[in-house]
């Protein structure tokens, strides 16, 4: 039995929830084996949970599972298989907080203006945006209201969606968890409720991707804040999820990245810095361009499959990523093979015997704005590497981009590296996998 916890399990099915909070100190799930598979049925993100203050953490994100075999010290490989979008409709737009209505912050501690109680049991009556009241006092709770917000419904196969009326809004207000496909286990209230439809008539693609995939960080901490951006409205914090900069610095895993580009066929390294990893997942969405502009995009229920391997003695500050081929920066793209054969006789008419061989490397920085986030995910790309912060620079303008995940403060650094230091690292495989370079 022993040795069996210890090779841990091919397959495992989530299905239960966090309230929101990321616990080190908690069990797992688990172990999965590596090389082993998670199928996940998450639930929707931030809206809901947002708006159901006993979830403490700003997310609804499921039970941290342990990889066996995975150390401190170590990384963690999570190939995403699939994503598959189950919610019929959901509501997002931009936000306003309402003062009166929280301690410190209204994603993490909302309290009831009339009974005062932190973390409150809500109950939904009626539709709109005073529906959630408290059971104690029966007052209209959200910390959150719409500025400009809208209801899409989604194709019978999840491949377009409509911003709709008033009217459509209403009615699938009523049956809100319905046309959200909300999971048995998840405690949210569907933002639905809220029948927002400011922008009517607008078409767009889905693209499902998952706002947060990552580990379990080193401290206990909300899950929508275990990023450099919103961890910093933890750092002295009036609340009991107060942490020091130090401890955010050293401990989180920036696992909530609300990066597009996490989506199907994409291979996500990211740290481990406690026993087993611990992966989670969550806040789904249907779709997003380069940045969640907005502070929200469409949260969505789903089913999602993934592939996990350690790799040892990989040691990350934060996810890398390797993004499908289209997802990538045109700079960073692979070489064909004519590009190849030019490249070699460009090399030899300026007197060099060869050009250096390289791969594309997405590596993630957060920090309280965009700028930090910049030079935090410059600096992550320069330590991977053992190259200058310049010469990361100078490859990440010639060679890639620098794109946006999510305001206040998310990035990606890509760029194209020595494949003889990738492969050092013990990345090649991936590479390979991902790109067919050798």
Known sequence: MEAKEMIG???????????????PGLPMLGPVADGGHLVAHTTCGCWGPMITPEIRGGHEVTQPVAVAGAEIGDAIAIRILSITVNSAATASGNEEIIEGRFLGDPYVAQKCPGCGDLYPKTAVHGIGQEAVRCVKCGTGIS??????????AFDE???LGITVGRETAENMARNSKQYAAMPEHSVQHSVLTFAPHDLVGLVTRVRPFMGQLGTTPAVRMPDSHNAGDFGTFLVGAPHEFAITAEQLEQHRTDGHMDIDAVRAGSILLCPVKVPGGGIYLGDMHAQ???GEVAGHTTDVSGIV???VHVVKGLHLEGPLLFPVVEDLPFLSRPFTADEQARAGCLARSWGLERFEESAPVSVVGTGANLNAATEN?????AKLLE??????KNRATVTGAIEIGRLPG???VTLRAPLGRLEQLGLLPFIRDQYGVC
Do not use: C
């Open 157 to 159: 196969n999840r491949s």
């Open 410 to 412: 998310v990035v990606q």
């Open 9 to 23: 399990k091919a397959n495992i099915f989530i299905d239960r929830f966090t309230n929101g909070i990321l616990d």
């Open 288 to 290: 997003q361009g380069d």
């Open 387 to 392: 190259i200058s912060i310049p010469e990361v």
């Open 305 to 307: 499959t993934v592939q």
């Open 143 to 152: 910390a959150f209201i719409f500025t400009n917000g809208y209801t899409m």
């Open 377 to 381: 995910g410059l600096a992550r790309a």
